[in-house]
């Protein structure tokens, strides 16, 4: 017996939820949305109203103690089901955790490294797994290496292009300007600034392409998601995969390993 499976991703900036026919990974997907975390009290009889129950719930939240319990008001509100969140650990389906701390780790990323994985292992059956860049463009931006083994080697933090933005404005007199467009040679402030902060991303990511391919000795399939992945994906060089539903992937992957557990 399946019954519908909810998955919550609460960001800096949203909540995204995806309700899903059951809890497995290619479930068929019923109903979607994002909610900016001031109107989180408006989903049990807004956008949530005529949902069908879910059986069960998994999220991850990466947005302090009192944002998630405002989500669990929500839930409990309008569901019988319990709230459950993912925690990171050592390890879990098929991702090896090398923080120094594994628990330190933010939620989002470790569940968007666990729906890479799945979706690498997915796209290439029967062959050898190759390492992986996985890239989180949210209200920060996260760049993810993991090895053939599904070890989490590394990651590196960035400010996403909004905090980019409003530090600038903040730490200078003359940077007020609207959002420009991504040039190669900007001649004007407001192409500088929304250039120079999609080039600092697109940077680092491949440096960390790099860094993966010189330690792994192979070429990393390379997955990005996240609010403003969209943004990116037309400057990144090489192939990189805009996977919108990598961290809700994710969720599936781990609701499923531990309904089979
Ligand atoms: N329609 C949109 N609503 C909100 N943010 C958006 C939208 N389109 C692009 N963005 C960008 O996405 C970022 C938020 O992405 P999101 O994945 O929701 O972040 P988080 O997971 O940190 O909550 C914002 O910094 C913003 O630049
Ligand atoms: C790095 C993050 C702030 C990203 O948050 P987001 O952009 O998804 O809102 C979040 O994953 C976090 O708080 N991580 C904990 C620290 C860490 O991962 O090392
Ligand atoms: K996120």
């Not at 994002?34 to 807004?46: P, S, T, W």
């Not at 860094?211 to 403003?228: D, K, L």
């Not at 994710?250 to 309904?259: M, N």
Request: charge should be negative; proline fraction near 7%.
């Amino acid at each position: 017996m399946s019954s519908p499976f909810l998955a919550i991703d609460i960001g800096n900036t949203r909540l995204k939820w995806a309700l899903y026919d059951s809890a497995r990974p290619g479930a068929a997907l019923q109903a979607q949305g994002a909610e900016f975390l001031d109107h989180i009290e408006r989903l049990a009889d807004g956008p949530w109203a005529d949902l069908p129950s879910p059986g069960s719930m998994l999220g991850c939240v990466v947005a302090g103690d009192a944002v998630r319990r405002r989500a669990e008001e929500q839930i409990v509100e309008r569901f019988d089901c319990t709230p459950r969140w993912v925690m990171p650990s050592a390890g879990e389906a098929g991702i090896v955790n090398g923080y120094d701390h594994p628990t330190r780790l933010g939620a989002d990323r470790f569940v968007a490294m666990i729906g890479a994985r799945h979706r690498m292992l997915a796209e290439r059956p029967g062959q050898p797994p190759r390492p992986m860049v996985v890239v989180l463009i949210g209200t920060a931006v996260t760049v993810e290496a993991i090895d053939t083994e599904g070890k989490f080697l590394g990651g590196l933090i960035l400010p996403g292009h909004g905090i980019m933005l409003r530090a600038l404005e903040s730490g200078t007199a003359g940077l007020h300007v609207p959002t420009g467009e991504v040039r190669e040679f900007p001649t004007n402030t407001s192409d500088a600034l929304t250039s120079g902060g999609t080039y600092a991303i697109a940077g680092a990511v491949e440096r960390m392409v790099q860094h993966v391919r010189s330690h792994c000795g192979m070429e990393p399939a390379c997955y990005m998601t996240g609010g403003a992945g969209w943004k990116m994906a037309p400057v990144m060089n090489g192939h990189f995969e805009l996977v919108e539903s990598l961290i809700m992937d994710g969720l599936l992957v781990i609701a499923r390993e531990r309904a089979a557990a």
